[in-house]
């Protein structure tokens, strides 16, 4: 029974962990990648340092090469004069220079190797950087896509009620607001007494107003009587 109990336990453990993984995989691979770019920096950083240095050696062993080649001629020359002595001293030079120089060359050939294999290393690890970089894109392209796809057409539908629901009340205001107008219009038209005096006049009740539309036609047709005359 209490193994059950422990290995009960040991269950929940494990799932509330892979719970928080699931929930925050987003985070933990970005900050995964954040940190595999900060180790390629470094070793992007190992390859220049490496590359100077082969750079550094490879100049070493050309002055050496100059040198040797300058002190076997000297040599040469103290040996046709007999003086064994200065040539004595320059092969022993010589030799020495020749240790500088061979180690110079070996230590040129190994960085030369291991650039080679650091820009290797390098160069995957870009590759693989680059897919973890587009991988997350897609990822929470997806992601988003989810959530708009489970949350976003009720919240559109929403959205959109809420604002017919608003152009509605306006319209109605606005309905209102226009009955209002005509019929303080009208109420205006009632209180005048000119305004009055014209509609019935226009109805042919009393005696046209001078400016009314018959004593319009009444003074043109006068005026052309007139000018037949």
Excluded at 140 to 155: D, F, I, K
Excluded at 164 to 190: I, K, N, S, W, Y
Aim: charged residues 35%.
């Amino acid at each position: 029974m209490w193994k059950q109990f422990v290995a009960l336990a040991r269950g929940h453990r494990y799932e509330a962990a892979e719970a928080v993984l699931d929930r925050d995989a987003h985070v933990i691979l970005r900050q995964q990648i954040r940190d595999g770019a900060a180790t390629l920096e470094r070793a992007r950083l190992a390859v220049a340092v490496a590359m100077t240095q082969e750079r550094e050696e490879s100049r070493r062993a050309q002055t050496l090469s100059v040198h040797v080649a300058d002190l076997e001629e000297r040599a040469v020359s103290a040996l046709d004069a007999g003086k064994d002595a200065l040539a004595r001293e320059a092969a022993e030079t010589i030799a020495r220079l020749e240790a500088d120089l061979a180690a110079a060359r070996q230590a040129s050939e190994s960085f030369t190797a291991e650039i080679a294999r650091l820009r290797r290393i390098v160069a995957d690890a870009e590759d693989r950087l680059r897919d973890l970089r587009r991988g997350q894109r897609l990822a929470e392209a997806a992601g988003r896509v989810g959530r708009l796809r489970t949350s976003a057409p009720g919240e559109i539908g929403s959205s959109l009620r809420d604002a017919e629901a608003t152009l509605a009340r306006l319209r109605q205001r606005q309905g209102e607001a226009d009955g209002v107008a005509l019929a303080l219009d009208e109420m205006d038209r009632d209180a005048d007494p000119g305004a009055l005096s014209r509609k019935l006049a226009e109805a042919g009740c009393g005696t046209p107003l001078a400016h009314g539309t018959d004593a319009v036609l009444q003074r043109l047709n006068e005026r052309r009587r007139q000018t037949s005359a």
